[in-house]
């Protein structure tokens, strides 16, 4: 997603306006006195805002003039709901605004299918968080929103989790002095960590222990994963002897572990 070019959306983003404090409290109490003219300069003057928060997306492989035209709407929103009254920056309130749009623009053109009924609940969670932040300036919390849409905690965070948009391990998520941290860096592998690599090695030298046909026997059984039946057709002798065998093996194991 090509974010560095000059123009977009037929905007020359090189000659945006930038508005003083000045500027914007006198253009807003123009708005609210039903001032058009005052509230087209403020959207212009608050552009560069809408161009920050979609470099956020430069990977979501959108067309950047798309994204930029989402953000205004959700800009035009901020500003048509703003309160000058809560002594809060307007950029404060604005940005979660836009972001909030851009997202749902995204997970509307998501290309993986989630149920309506999972997407209808996950919308009211986020519309009930979005009413709740305007009214009291500050996130909600899961227990607050299940309360709110009447909807227990555990389906709301399926439902949220459902409509992620999916995010590549190679997105970088932090560059400094030329590393770049990776998604897939941050990401824990539950099967390789160092406990469960100590107790392989530990069962590993524990059926150092055993003869090679119990130790095959054991194989089959644990970490093939195969039944008793199946593992006596393969070694040739009854199910009895293999049980047997077995037992005597996990003994052995067993003392070895100790």
């Not at 959306?9 to 409290?25: D, F, H, I, R």
């Not at 703003?82 to 950029?91: A, R, Y």
């Not at 053109?109 to 986020?126: F, G, H, Q, W």
Request: proline content about 2%; some cysteine; charged content about 30%.
């Amino acid at each position: 997603m090509a974010l560095n070019k000059v123009e977009i959306c037929g905007v020359n983003t090189a000659k945006l306006p930038v508005l003083t404090s000045e500027e914007k409290e006198e253009l807003f109490h123009r708005i609210k006195d039903g001032d058009a003219a005052a509230r087209e300069r403020y959207i212009k003057g608050n552009l560069r805002l809408v161009l920050s928060v979609i470099r956020r997306f430069q990977n979501s492989n959108e067309n950047p003039d798309d994204l930029f035209q989402i953000g205004c709407i959700g800009l035009i929103k901020a500003i048509d709901n703003f309160d000058t009254s809560l002594q809060v920056k307007f950029s404060t309130y604005a940005v979660p605004m836009i972001v909030g749009e851009i997202r749902r623009y995204l997970r509307d053109n998501n290309s993986i299918r989630v149920s309506r009924s999972l997407r209808d609940i996950a919308y009211k969670a986020i519309y009930a968080k979005e009413n709740y932040v305007k009214q009291n300036l500050k996130e909600p919390t899961i227990t607050e929103i299940a309360k709110e849409i009447g909807i227990d905690k555990e389906t709301i965070v399926y439902a949220l989790d459902a409509i992620q948009n999916p995010v590549s391990l190679f997105e970088p998520v932090y560059t400094e002095g030329g590393d770049t941290l990776y998604v897939m860096d941050q990401i824990s592998d539950k099967k390789n960590k160092e406990e469960h690599w100590v107790e392989n090695l530990a069962l590993q030298e524990a059926m150092e222990h055993l003869g090679t046909r119990e130790r095959h026997i054991i194989n089959l059984r644990f970490f093939e994963g195969k039944t008793q039946m199946e593992v006596a057709e393969e070694v040739g002798i009854s199910q009895a002897q293999v049980s047997r065998l077995e037992k005597s093996a996990l003994k052995i194991m067993k003392n070895y572990l100790r």
